[in-house]
């Protein structure tokens, strides 16, 4: 491989263990919940299930769970949920998803 080449991989190694570089600006993903498979989406910082909990309370144990799986590369706007106010900050009190 090219020297230059090495160190841009390198570098990659580098980032890849810097999550807070990167923030996610749009996401969609099939969560498969305990109770049937849902569709979470991520856009300009508005999140979205199509979970019935959802709809009522404007968050979800999947649209949390997958706050706090990509919680480094959310923004701050991101990382707030309905359920309890800010997604990073209250791990202990979280209820097991
Ligand atoms: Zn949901």
């Not at 309370?57 to 706007?77: F, I, R």
Request: net charge negative.
């Amino acid at each position: 491989m090219h020297s230059s080449m090495i160190g841009k991989v390198e570098k990659a190694m580098r980032y890849a263990h810097e999550p807070d570089r990167v923030k996610l600006e749009a996401i969609r993903a099939r969560f498969a919940g305990d109770n049937g498979t849902h569709t979470v989406t991520l856009d300009a910082d508005t999140w979205h299930c199509d979970c019935h909990l959802y709809e009522s309370a404007g968050g979800c144990s999947h649209t949390l769970a997958v706050q706090k799986m990509l919680d480094p590369m959310l923004t701050e706007a991101a990382r707030e949920t309905p359920l309890y106010g800010h997604a990073e900050m209250r791990d202990e009190e979280a209820v097991p998803v």
